[in-house]
């Protein structure tokens, strides 16, 4: 599998946009990481359509495109950046083992129902991929 965009794209994306200090800071072996992660989380997503060739790896491109959509590629680069930032968060973690609430000293945090820290991490990258979204509604 081969992640949605390769280091150099993303190094340009990232270099036009604020508040990217931790995919500038990180090396680019874990740059090269969060984008293979990013790739597999928006794999796991359920999409609309189908695969533009049968014996294609990823989700994308979905027929009748031919390429992946720049919306898809700018949302892995987002969901990259989110796994640098807060994807081993412990919050994250405690969500996936199926915690719903915790309480430490005066301090509780409740989960939402069916948050179990699955899926996409970055709401921005969520935001891109809605019009494939499976189950999204767009409205003009």
Not at 2 to 18: I, K
Not at 19 to 48: C, F, G, N, Y
Request: include cysteine; proline fraction near 4%.
């Amino acid at each position: 599998m081969a992640a949605y965009v390769t280091l150099e794209e993303a190094n340009t994306y990232f270099a036009s946009r604020l508040h990217a200090e931790a995919w500038t800071s990180a090396t680019d072996t874990d740059k090269q990481k969060a984008l293979d992660m990013a790739t597999r989380a928006i794999d796991r997503t359920p999409v609309k359509g189908v695969k533009t060739s049968y014996d294609q790896t990823n989700q994308f491109p979905r027929y009748p495109d031919m390429e992946v959509p720049q919306a898809v590629k700018d949302a892995c680069c987002e969901e990259a950046l989110a796994i640098l930032e807060r994807g081993n968060s412990q919050r994250r973690r405690l969500q996936q083992e199926g915690v719903q609430s915790l309480s430490v000293g005066g301090l509780s945090e409740t989960y939402v129902a069916g948050a179990r820290g699955r899926g996409l991490i970055s709401e921005e990258a969520r935001e891109l991929l809605r019009p494939w979204l499976l189950g999204a509604v767009t409205i003009t």
